[in-house]
């Protein structure tokens, strides 16, 4: 763990990480293991996003438009021309470079990436399983200080998971004599006076994103079925290697997607639902 700056370095503010509760090393990482890395890079300091959104709420300006977005918020080309040079000294391959998102990917050996953000990479054991971690913070060149603002990947813990419950046989009994209420998203949405009407959502897409687990067409089908409302357009897009994966286990991730999708498929029936799967990390 390099807490230490080394020269010419500075401290990534916001990088810092600790190992998983109940986790400890079993050792370095192979030096030759691949990892692909997502950088986060600054906005230009043109005008603040956030301030520009609160002056919207309060109708002081109108929405922004994506022409106005991309010419204000993108990275810019000097920015991107540094972490390139940084990638080739490091010995490292840019991936791919979205300015709009303000986001390029990296990949290079864990040698490589030890090396350019001076950390170490350790495998850890954790009752969920093994994973690629690191203690401390991450350093990046004092040239590249403000400019990249977030570094994503080298660390692969799980980051989320399934925090459903399920009744208990015993007492069941008692709890639905005791009058258990329960609502579907529909009778949700009247009790919070959601929009419905005159727009179903037609011309809009939800995006879901989802950590694992999965939804089968024919699931859905028989929900929306029974609710009375039209299967909505469901596609899954895979990021990072996530696939759509159902596991067909009530303790799996399945359950939350499913409710995801229902719910939002529910409120608005003419909209597309595009379900983002991307790996627990």
Do not use: W
Not at 9 to 34: C, F, I, Q, W
Not at 45 to 66: C, F, H, M, Y
Not at 81 to 102: M, N
Not at 180 to 188: A, F
Request: charged content about 20%; glycine content about 10%.
């Amino acid at each position: 763990m390099a807490t230490t700056p080394p020269q010419g370095y500075k401290r990534l503010n916001g990088s810092e990480r600790e190992p998983l509760a109940d986790s400890h090393s079993v050792g370095p990482v192979n030096p030759d293991e691949r990892i692909e890395v997502t950088l986060y890079l600054r906005a230009p300091g043109t005008e603040n996003l956030a301030d520009r959104i609160s002056e919207q709420v309060q109708q002081k300006r109108p929405p922004l438009s994506r022409e106005e977005y991309v010419a204000t918020q993108s990275a810019t080309p000097e920015d991107i021309a540094k972490v390139e040079q940084f990638a080739r000294e490091h010995g490292l391959t840019v991936v791919s470079t979205d300015p709009v998102r303000r986001r390029m990917v990296l990949t290079g050996t864990a040698a490589a990436m030890s090396a350019a953000f001076a950390t170490e990479l350790q495998q850890y054991e954790h009752p969920g399983g093994l994973y690629r971690g690191r203690t401390g913070p991450l350093h990046i060149p004092e040239a590249l200080d403000q400019i990249i603002v977030g570094v994503f990947g080298l660390d692969n813990r799980p980051q989320a998971q399934p925090h459903l419950q399920r009744y208990a046989l015993k007492g069941i009994t008692d709890r639905a004599a005791a009058g258990t209420v329960s609502y579907t998203p529909l009778q949700l949405a009247q009790l919070y006076d959601f929009p419905t009407a005159p727009t179903n959502g037609s011309g809009q897409c939800i995006a879901l994103i989802e950590l694992g687990g999965g939804y089968t067409t024919s699931d859905l089908q028989t929900y929306f079925q029974q609710l009375g409302v039209p299967l909505p357009t469901v596609i899954s897009v895979s990021v990072d290697g996530g696939q759509n994966t159902p596991a067909g286990n009530p303790d799996s991730a399945d359950g939350e997607v499913n409710l995801d999708i229902e719910v939002a498929g529910a409120i608005a029936p003419g909209a597309k639902i595009a379900v983002y799967f991307a790996p627990n990390t």
